[in-house]
Structure formats: C-alpha cells, structure tokens
C-alpha cells in the first residue's frame, strides 16, 4: 500500500509522527522490561454498598512506575500493550495477582469479597480463555462466584464467534460479568439482555456530572432504572462527594467507588482500609 502510494507518501510523515512512533517503541520496550522485571504492581479501589456502606469487594487497577519515567497511568500502556500483544501476558498476571489478592481477604475473614479485573478484548479472544481462568482459579482455590471480569460495552458489538463463545462459557462457569463505562458508547441494550450479565458499571463522567448537570441526571436516572427493570446491579463510579453518593443511593444504584472512600490501594493499605471500616 504505501509502495503504490509512492514516495512522496514520505512527506505525509511528519516530524511529530516521528515523535510518536519512537516514544511508543521505547515505551513498548520499557513494558517488555517492566514486564520482566515485575515492576507492575496491581492496586485495589474498595467497591461499596451505598445502603450499607460496607465494602463488597474491589476492583484491580493496574500501576506502573518506571525508575526515570515516572509514573505511567493504565491509559497511557493498556493501548500499547494491546497493540503489541504484550496484554496477553500482562493480562494473565493481574488476573492471577488479583485472585491471589482476593483469597488472602476470604482468609482474613472477609469471606464475601469480590475481586473485579478488567479484561481487554484480546484477552478473550483466545479459544482456550475461559479454561485458562478456570484452572487459575482451581489452582489458588477461588470460587468462580468471587470472580467478576470488566469488559466494555463496545466489545459486546464489535465481539467474534471466540469472544463471543468466552463470554457465554465465562456466564456459564458463574463467574460474574460487568460492562464498564456503561453509557459512553453504543449503549446496545439487546446485549445485555442476551448474555448473562450481572452488573453495569456507570461511566464517571455522567456520575460527575449529575450533581449540577439535568442532562448527566436524566442518564443515570435511566440507567439505574434500566438496570433495576432487568434484575442486574447498577454499580456507579467516580464518586467524589457525599452529595453524590446519597443521590444515587435515592434513585436506587446499588454500589458504587470513588475517591470519596478511596483510591485503587496497593494490597497492604486495602487490608488495613477493610480493618478500620469494621
Ligand atoms: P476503568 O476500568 O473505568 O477504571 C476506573 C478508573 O477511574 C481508574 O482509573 C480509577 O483510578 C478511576 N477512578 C476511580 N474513582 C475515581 C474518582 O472518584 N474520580 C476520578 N476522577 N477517577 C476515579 P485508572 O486506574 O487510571 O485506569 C484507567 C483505565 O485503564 C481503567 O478504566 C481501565 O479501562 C484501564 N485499566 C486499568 N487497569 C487495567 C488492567 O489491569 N487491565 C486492563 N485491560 N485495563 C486496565
Ligand atoms: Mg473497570
Ligand atoms: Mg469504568
Ligand atoms: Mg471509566
């Protein structure tokens, strides 16, 4: 393509291109290292009841500090790391640090945690996904109950017969499926019906905004309301305020995180978070 294109193609390359191009390889080189050396940490945001208040479980949020770099936010590598493939293994390893995490608080005595992980598409577009969750959760003794992955709402549309064939066996298996930053895509509610879904996760940006926006309001209104109306959780994230959260607790949603509580902890800091909360 870019032979039949000819040279002049080259012009369309600008410096900035350039730029980019080497910033994502020395980073996908860094992942590759980062990878290796284990330098990855997963990190735990407490999941909430809004009547209760008392924490359900957690969802995993992956960090990366590099030695010069810095820190390097999940938005910055999960695209790259996608692109490269690298997500396959990256992926895997928080899923096993994440189950590992969550059976240490079933063994301090918080039996009813559940560990959200969130999944990227290539991930499950592997024949033999399901299975390699399965036995990963045979081998730490973790039942599938206490297992929920986060996939987004696009991925429902856009999935294929591998993916698709996942997502039913994942159901199937009981292991819990969220769609996340519901409302910012397609917003295809035929899927939700369709797979076996058990919560819906409301994207922060609504969430922000339904203490002073009518717009933001009317949506999460109607999402708690669809949620509520076909028998699946409504879990709502991005919570900052008090405000916030007792307005949801009113129109019904069922859990929610948030800086308001805390932000994603290493695995230290969570445990001694569920201690003073008891
Ligand atoms: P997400 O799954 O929607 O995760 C929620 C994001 O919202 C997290 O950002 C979290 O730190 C942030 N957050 C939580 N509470 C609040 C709040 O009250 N206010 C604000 N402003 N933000 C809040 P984070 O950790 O930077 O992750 C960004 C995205 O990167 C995640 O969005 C997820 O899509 C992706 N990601 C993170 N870890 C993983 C992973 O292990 N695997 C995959 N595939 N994706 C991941
Ligand atoms: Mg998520
Ligand atoms: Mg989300
Ligand atoms: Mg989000």
Redesign the pocket.
């Known amino acids: 393509e870019a032979k039949s294109a000819g040279r002049n193609q080259i012009c369309l390359i600008t410096d900035k291109m350039i730029e980019k191009t080497e910033t994502e390889f020395i980073l996908l080189e860094e992942l590759r290292k980062a990878l290796r050396d284990e330098s990855f940490k997963v990190h735990f945001q407490p999941k909430l009841d809004l009547v209760t208040k008392e924490v359900i479980g957690a969802e995993a949020l992956l960090r990366w500090w590099h030695p010069t770099m810095g820190q390097i936010t999940p938005n910055q590598f999960i695209p790259l790391a996608e692109k490269s493939g690298l997500i396959k293994e990256l992926g895997f390893w928080v899923l096993e640090q994440s189950i590992k995490e969550c059976v240490y608080w079933h063994k301090r005595g918080y039996k009813d945690l559940v560990i959200a992980v ?1 999944l990227s598409p290539i991930q499950f577009n592997s024949p033999d996904f399901t299975k390699s969750v399965l036995q990963l959760l045979g081998r730490h003794g973790l039942s599938e109950s206490h297992l929920e992955l ?1 996939i ?1 709402e696009n991925v429902l549309i856009e999935q294929n017969d591998v993916q698709r064939a996942n997502i039913n066996m994942l159901a199937a298996a009981g292991i819990k499926l969220a769609i ?2 519901f409302g910012k895509g397609y917003s295809n509610l035929a899927y939700i019906k369709k797979l076996n879904i058990d919560s819906i ?1 409301i ?2 940006e609504f969430v922000k905004g339904m203490a002073s926006n009518d717009d933001d309001l009317a949506i999460v209104t109607a999402i708690i309301d669809i949620a509520k109306r076909l028998g699946i959780k409504s879990v709502a ?1 991005g919570v900052e305020s008090e405000d916030i959260s007792s307005l949801l607790k009113e129109l019904g949603c069922n859990s929610a995180q948030g800086f308001l509580w805390s932000h994603a902890l290493e695995s230290s800091a969570f445990n001694a978070f569920l201690d003073e909360k008891e």
Do not use: G, I, Q, R
Request: charged share 65%; net charge negative; no cysteine.
């Open positions: 969130n986060e987004t996340d930053d996760k994207d922060f994230e």
